[in-house]
Nanobody, 121 residues
Framework: QVQLVESGGGLVQPGGSLRLSCEASGSIFSFNFMGWYRQIPGKQRELVAGIITGGSPNYADSVKGRFTISRDNTKNTVYLQMNSLKPEDTAVYFC???????????????WGQGTQVTVSS
């Protein structure tokens, strides 16, 4: 059974930085996509940043220039470096992966449980 576990969330002042990590555990055949979503209270869940195997990172307009996503395929881990944080970045951040645990499985989405990021003075 594949599990995604996020870490690195917390409370930070405006203008500060945090780095989120998401590590996949269990048997994994391949993840073609890994990325980060967030859900702000009262709003729909949105894609923040993602990276496809063999492709370039993609970012939401609201975070472009401030956030950086990276992926370590040897560890099945994805990171989100968040700089110049704003109060409106406050949300629960969810790790997402698209792929399969074993070859014979169909591809599907896997989700982490989420980690809280709060930007406040």
């Amino acid at each position: 059974q594949v599990q995604l576990v996020e870490s690195g969330g917390g409370l930070v002042q405006p203008g500060g930085s945090l780095r989120l990590s998401c590590e996949a555990s269990g048997s994994i055949f391949s993840f073609n996509f890994m990325g980060w979503y967030r859900q702000i209270p009262g709003k729909q869940r949105e894609l923040v940043a993602g990276i496809i195997t063999g492709g370039s990172p993609n970012y939401a307009d609201s975070v472009k220039g401030r956030f950086t996503i990276s992926r370590d395929n040897t560890k099945n881990t994805v990171y989100l470096q968040m700089n110049s944080l704003k109060p409106e970045d406050t949300a629960v951040y969810f790790c997402n992966a698209f792929g399969r645990a074993i070859m014979r499985d169909p591809m599907r989405n896997y989700w982490g449980q989420g980690t809280q990021v709060t930007v406040s003075s």
